[in-house]
């Protein structure tokens, strides 16, 4: 256009616009007279000034600003705020910049966010956003990203949080559905991350694709909580927002986030948790239907559809939409919030029930969830799927409180009497199935998981007590073993009808492991332990009613039979026959006939190698076993010929911990319940025979054990399990006055640690210990990872201490407060570390194995348990590093130490080596090392049970677990019967400390653990 | 008198005095002062404080000009060449940010919707940008009077006063260059999606 072309179309425009739209078309027809393109441009400059509305009518201002500020936070990259090293920009938000960085601490990558200037310059603002994410740091969640810290380097202000590796939802969807597995999948985590927020009552306000990641592994982050809050945020309004260049055909963009609003949101009400169901209701419709459900050609159209027009049907957008699941989506989106889903729980559990049910469907043998059964129904909070024997018990222990504590590695190396051998033998049968393995981890690459769309998983019961179960070979019944008030029993479970038989009496003296039904359906085989005597037996019961009757003595459990039904494999445990023999004794796979009668010993190996879990070939020719090296790499899966007792390896991968195995029909390959790692809960694997190469079936939280397969090996049943644990705080040791400091701190990592390696029990149950300024060090698996954590008494300031990808636990803080010594697994043993208070400066104390540490009162000391070698010493080593010095004599063995007061003896479980008959014992010896001062009979085998001297030195304290109850117990140390000192009417402890002023900190929580009948994985 | 006012302060008199070469030597002046000033402004903590891009070419005309001394018209020439200035200061980092989004390949760790409007925002100044280029070839008053305007944060009387013409004037040239603006980025995104 030349200037004096526009001059000219200007003029007319200008005189046009003065005449208002009525006598425009008359005076544009005289003044465009004979020239068209005149008209028409300067029709389409009217048109334009129509248009243009509020565009560049607002000055530039903050945009200015924040341009300006991003030129310099650019240039960041390289340098260091702080500890940490910027490397990289990840992304930029109204939160302000976020970088890739290294803490220099401790060599980890983080996300850093830095906040924008314009934001902290408003302190009202900047204290609010402090609060928030404090709360949002006090939130541990596997789902939740971890924040590390807040804090403020020079006039910066950052968030340091876990850096995650994979792409957002938003990538994901990409504006295309997902399935209904996958959707559930991760709506399921989101539910879980903010039933979890919710509980510790930070609303998250912003849900959507964007701030959620789906990591590599399959677990699903949700970012940014506390970090939103709807007053620091633009109104819905769009008029309301900075008006730079708003183009009005461009709708939607501006305002991002309106699609995923609440109605009271958008409002610009108060908003509550309910604001965070109806947001993932958006998310959950989004990732069914492709698109959401609430849209507009502008952000005023969608605010007006929000608050106004009823979503459609997912069905319309998707095929086969279950009933079901469209009705969860609608109840999440319901206007009103008292008539949505009022928790996030209720949310959660709806979706979980939804998988269970859409995955029981093609179960046949269910007559009624048969298919169809699926109705709206079916998400009222009725189970129908649960039949449970006793629903009045919610919690209980996986199994008998010994069998939980103990731990077979270090046992293993601590007895050589005979006798003492003999009673060994009753932990080690008790954590037979799971195996207690060594404290060093395979952290293999992960093997890639296979999505397996059609398979179902449904639970069976619900009382969360189950320890052990079993499926006939058609599939029919399933057997399962319950502890409920410290009682065990075994039921029978008719699945078809979902009715319920007790087969075995509740008892106290026994507890049985390693169920399996006989070929031909008939009976259950069971492998009866004695609770307070090494006497193990394998039994039998007729499945439809009758009397338990012995089979065979002295079996150590691991029993399957051969494919005719004529022969039972298991395992046997051999004491060592002399007391030079320090290995443990041999473990022996042996033959015998279905009767009981005969035996052949087809493999055995000396402990620490332990054989474990036969599994009889299809074809008969081979037995499959888990050959799991406690101290070194983990579980191998290896067969032995039938004939000649030849071996063979049959994958070269290695798994942390191996359970049960069972064949596939077709002799192709085996199903295993299996854990990759230490943090990793045991999930469900196949096999193959042929290349050796696995597969993970299960690839979820829960943690999967006790595999069985029915005939057909088309249907299995494992125990799922999972843990919650928290710390509590109570002064004086009130249970009265306790209060939980913590939330969401239990994982399900954590409760895989607690059946797999029985010394480390759970989060937090790795130990707790106070800061002479009264915080609390202890231990988390927050982090995804084994770490050392430290926060206030009260629960907040929360920070991780050791981020390296070891195995670490069992702090102990010095008198000083200077130092936490740990067991650290990072150079290959577990040894005792140190690190400064703030998590620097790590350094090893010994370089032998060692664990248990405890710092002396003067300082100067870590008194340690060492149990390497055939040795069970209590040994100790200077704070600031020497030569350690071992503490027990050569009398008698100790384990788990821990400081008087006054720094002048140490208490220890304490095992004489020349008595007559081998038990633990509870003794004090001298700081400077001795003989046995005191002895205190308190029956336990569990040689690592932890005890704590009273900070006014007068008692010495422990955890006593009665009727699926944890208190702690604290034994005068002027003698008399031990006391019961604290009143807690439910749940376990795993592991505990008392402050100088006499405050117990301990961590309490609940195991549950259910059987769940899977089809359709192969 | 700190060098640099002595500097200004006598380009924007020569300037005044018709020598065009001046301008060309006062705007990376300044261009200078005013990221220094940007940069002060977003470390400085003053609860409320907002920053604007009025206040910063005030703040940036009292420390480079000895303003005692100038002739009111300099100080119109001032604010005209600092909305200059800061305009390609906009575009410089829009047109950054706009390539590093689009080209950088980095991995997003958490995006909101305050990233987008100014991920948006910057699209639209480099649009806007281009548009009010075209503008100064065929009319270079309407340009300048946006520039005042939407990036100077003046107001009509001042934009008035800068560019020594009548208030009225300025709102008529306004809005035929709002419009023509306006239908220019459009057209312009019409081709881009086509």
Excluded at chain 1, 694 to 703: C, E, G, V, W
């Amino acid at each position: 256009m030349k200037p004096d072309r526009w001059r000219q179309i200007d003029e007319i425009f200008q005189a046009a616009i003065d005449r208002g739209a009525a006598d425009r078309a008359a005076f544009l027809d005289h003044a465009c007279a004979n020239d068209p393109s005149l008209r028409s441009e300067v029709e389409a400059l009217i048109d334009s000034h129509d248009k243009a509305g509020s565009f560049i009518e607002a000055p530039v201002f903050e945009a200015a600003a924040e341009l300006v500020e991003d030129s310099e936070t650019e240039s960041l990259i390289g340098r260091a705020i702080g500890p940490y090293k910027i490397s990289a920009k990840l992304g930029a938000g109204g939160m302000g910049v976020v970088y890739l960085a290294e803490d220099s601490r401790f060599g980890r990558k983080v996300a850093l966010k830095l906040l924008p200037v314009q934001f902290t310059s408003d302190e009202n603002r900047l204290r609010r956003f402090q609060q928030e994410a404090r709360a949002a740091l006090a939130l541990n969640h596997p789902n939740v990203i971890t924040i590390f810290e807040i804090g403020r380097y020079d006039s910066t202000h950052f968030i340091a949080t876990e850096f995650i590796d994979g792409h957002t939802l938003r990538d994901h969807l990409k504006g295309n559905s997902l399935g209904v597995n996958e959707t559930l999948d991760i709506s399921i985590q989101v539910a879980a991350a903010l039933s979890a927020a919710h509980e510790a009552h930070i609303i998250h306000r912003d849900i959507k694709p964007e701030n959620i990641m789906l990591r590599r592994d399959g677990y699903v982050k949700v970012l940014d909580f506390g970090l939103a809050k709807p007053s620091e945020r633009q109104s819905a309004s769009p008029e309301s927002t900075t008006a730079f260049m708003r183009i009005d055909t461009d709708p939607g963009t501006v305002l991002g986030t309106v699609n995923y609003m609440s109605p009271e949101q958008a409002r610009g009400l108060e908003v509550d948790e309910r604001t965070d169901i109806f947001s993932l209701g958006v998310v959950l419709f989004e990732m069914l239907a492709g698109r959401t459900p609430f849209e507009g050609a502008t952000p005023n159209d969608v605010i007006a559809s929000i608050l106004s027009r009823e979503p459609q049907r997912i069905a319309r957008y998707a095929n086969e939409i279950p009933d079901a699941l469209e009705w969860v989506v609608t109840k999440a989106l319901v206007k009103e919030k008292t008539g949505r889903y009022q928790t996030a729980a209720e949310l959660l559990a709806d979706l979980k029930r939804l998988k269970q049910r859409l995955d029981f469907e093609t179960l046949e043998t269910l007559p009624d969830i048969a298919p169809g059964a699926v109705s709206t129904k079916t998400t009222s909070r009725t189970e129908i799927v649960d039949t449970d024997p006793e629903p009045g018990s919610q919690t209980g222990q996986v199994a008998n409180s010994p069998t939980m504590s103990s731990a077979e590695y270090l046992i293993t190396r601590i007895i050589r009497h005979k006798k003492a051998a003999a009673l060994t033998s009753a932990a080690l049968v008790a954590i037979s199935a799971v195996a207690a393995w060594a404290l060093i981890g395979l952290v293999g690459p992960s093997a890639p998981t296979t999505p397996f769309e059609k398979m179902k998983v449904t639970r069976l019961t619900t009382s969360g007590n189950v320890s052990q179960a079993a499926i006939s070979p058609d599939g029919k019944y399933v057997a399962y073993a319950t502890t409920s008030a410290g009682q065990q029993s075994i039921w029978l479970k008719h699945i078809p009808t979902s009715s319920d038989v007790q087969i075995v009496a509740p008892t106290k003296a026994f507890y049985h492991t390693d169920l399996v039904f006989s070929p031909d359906g008939n009976y259950v085989y069971y492998v009866q332990n004695a609770a307070a005597n090494p006497v193990n037996a394998l039994y039998r019961i007729p499945v439809l009613g009758g009397s338990p009757k012995k089979v065979r003595e002295r079996i150590h459990g691991g029993l399957c039979f051969s494919p005719d039904g004529m022969q039972i494999a298991l395992i046997r445990w051999r004491p060592s026959s002399h007391n030079s023999d320090e290995s443990g004794g041999m473990k022996e796979l042996l033959i015998v006939n279905a009767d009981g009668s005969g035996e052949r010993s087809l493999a055995e190996r000396r402990i620490p190698l332990m054989l474990d879990n036969p599994a009889w070939s299809p074809d008969g020719r081979v037995i499959a076993c888990t050959l799991t090296d406690t101290t070194d790499n983990g579980a191998t899966v290896l067969q032995v010929r039938v004939d000649d007792g030849s071996e063979k390896t049959i994958s070269s991968r290695k798994w942390f911990n191996a359970g049960h195995l069972e064949w596939l029909r077709d002799g192709s390959g085996l199903i295993l319940s299996a854990s990759e790692s230490q943090s990793s809960p045991s999930q469900i694997w196949q096999l193959t025979t042929a290349d050796g190469e696995t597969r993970r079936i299960t690839n979820d939280l829960n943690r999967y054990e006790h595999v069985r397969l029915t005939a057909d090996s088309k249907t299995l049943v494992a125990v799922q399990g999972d843990q919650v644990s928290n710390i509590w705080i109570a002064p004086g040791g009130d249970s009265s006055r306790a209060k939980q400091v913590t939330s969401g701190l239990g994982k399900a990592g954590a409760g895989s640690i607690i059946t797999i390696a029985g010394l480390i029990r759970g989060d937090c149950g790795g130990g707790i210990s106070w800061t002479p300024d009264g915080r609390v060090v202890y231990h988390s698996m927050s982090s995804g990872k084994a770490d050392i954590w430290i926060m206030d008494a009260s629960g907040t300031n929360q920070r991780q201490l050791t981020t390296d990808a070891a195995f670490n636990f069992y702090p102990s803080v010095s008198a000083d407060g200077r130092y936490v010594v740990f067991t650290s697994d990072r150079r290959g043993v577990p040894a005792i570390w140190r690190v400064n208070i703030d998590g620097t400066n790590p350094a090893p104390l010994t370089t032998d194995s060692g664990t248990y540490p405890r710092c002396s009162p003067d300082g100067k000391w870590v008194a340690y348990y060492a149990g390497g070698s055939g040795n069970n010493a209590i040994m100790r080593v200077p704070i600031e590093g020497g030569d350690a010095q071992q503490l027990t004599s050569q009398n008698g063995g100790g384990a788990r130490p821990d400081y008087s007061p006054d720094g002048n003896q140490i208490v220890c479980n304490y095992v004489a080596r020349n008595a007559a008959d081998w038990f633990v014992q509870m003794a004090t010896i001298p700081a400077n090392g001795g003989e046995p001062m005191r002895l205190f009979n308190i029956f336990t085998l569990d040689l690592m049970r932890e005890i704590h001297w009273t900070s006014d030195g007068r008692a010495l304290t422990y955890i006593e677990t009665r009727d699926g109850v944890s208190n702690i117990w604290g034994q005068p140390i002027e003698g008399g019967s031990p006391k019961q000192l604290t009143d807690f009417k439910s749940d376990l402890i795993f592991s505990f400390d008392w402050s100088r002023d006499g405050t117990l900190a301990c961590a309490r929580g609940t195991q549950n653990a259910d059987v769940v009948l899977i089809s359709g994985f192969r | 008198m700190a060098s640099s006012q002595v500097e200004v302060t006598q380009l924007l008199l020569e300037w005044g005095n018709g020598d065009k070469a001046a301008l060309d030597k006062l705007v990376p002046v300044v261009y200078q002062e005013l990221r220094r000033l940007a940069r002060h402004y977003m470390r400085r903590e003053r609860p409320g404080h907002t920053l604007q891009t009025s206040a910063l070419v005030n703040e940036a005309y009292m420390r480079l000009v000895d303003y005692e001394h100038m002739r009111w018209e300099s100080r119109a020439h001032f604010f005209a060449v600092a909305a200059q200035a800061m305009r390609r200061i906009l575009v410089e980092h829009a047109r950054k940010r706009h390539f590093a989004k689009r080209g950088g390949g980095a991995i997003r760790v958490s995006f909101d919707e305050a990233a987008m409007v100014s991920e948006k925002q910057a699209a639209e100044l480099i649009a806007l940008d281009d548009a009010l280029t075209s503008l100064e070839a065929i009319d270079p008053r309407k340009s300048r009077i946006v520039e005042l305007r939407y990036i100077g944060g003046l107001n009509i009387e001042e934009t008035a006063e800068v560019l020594d013409i009548s208030p009225a004037t300025v709102q008529r040239e306004w809005r035929s260059a709002k419009a023509w603006l306006y239908r220019d980025i459009k057209q312009a995104e019409t081709i881009d999606e086509t």
